[in-house]
């Protein structure tokens, strides 16, 4: 995203909590600090991207910001969060636009500016980001007010992991009746049943080598859906079911 960002021509200060990272971020051309508050206090706009729910809190409730940042200027929190969290932090960010733009996709869709974002926020905030948002991502989808685009991840998650539990109940069916799993992975992508999921699966050539992989990113993204939904009074429904057919990271 930084080098993204640089290409486009924007001044970039990035926090990087080693010497090491910020020797790093300094390789890259942008200008490296240490601390949140160093980065947000001359910032037209702050993107937050951390893992967890948790850490966005952290930062942006326990943390400098939106409290350093100047008047007028907007904060973008990429993580997958709670939207009560950004409710939140909204509460707190007097005079300063904040915006929900989940992401969908990995290292090799932000270095080709592929991303895909599901943002939530006012039109005139969505409309003053984008052009920067749209230096790593395309689409950038405009899907409602503030909280929206979270909500729109977080059912894609659940849905991306009871895909990937049906999946896991195909290949054991598939041993059943003697097809190996190499075996259904290298035909199914060409069969009516054929799914991004699916093709994903099919390139690390087994279910449990794509779970070990993306494990610590499904576990934590459906933990959120699933708290949200209670929250809410509801659950995940027969979601639940297909999802329980895996074990991502001992969390699913």
């Known amino acids: ?61 326990g943390g400098e910001l939106p409290g350093c940042m100047p008047p007028g200027s907007a904060l973008v929190v990429h993580t997958t969060a709670s939207p009560a969290t950004i409710d939140a ?43 920067v948002l749209s230096c790593y991502g395309d689409p950038v989808l405009h899907v409602g007010p503030r909280g929206v685009g979270l909500k729109v991840k977080l059912v894609n998650n659940a849905l991306f992991a009871g895909q990937l539990g049906l999946l896991a109940e195909a290949v054991r069916l598939g041993k059943r009746l003697g097809v190996p799993e190499s075996a259904l992975l290298a035909a199914l992508p060409h069969g009516s049943a054929t799914s991004r999921v699916l093709h994903l699966v099919a390139a690390r050539e087994s279910v449990e080598s794509f779970i070990e992989t993306t494990g610590d990113f499904v576990g934590k993204d459906v933990a959120v859906v699933r708290r949200v939904a209670a929250e809410l009074g509801g659950d995940l429904g027969a979601l639940d079911d297909v999802i329980g057919a895996i074990d991502v990271a001992g969390r699913v």
């Open 1 to 61: 995203m930084v080098s993204r960002l640089l290409a486009a021509g924007h001044e970039v200060r990035a926090v990087g909590r080693t010497a090491e990272k910020r020797g790093q971020l300094a390789q890259l051309g942008a200008i490296p600090v240490a601390q949140v508050d160093e980065a947000g206090s001359q910032a037209g706009i702050v993107i937050v991207c951390v893992f967890t729910d948790d850490q966005v809190r952290q930062v942006c409730l």
């Open 89 to 131: 932090i909204a509460a707190r960010a007097d005079g300063i636009d904040v915006v929900d733009a989940a992401v969908s996709g990995g290292p090799h869709d932000v270095a080709a500016g592929t991303l895909t974002l599901f943002v939530g926020g006012s039109d005139d905030a969505v409309a003053r980001v984008r052009p």
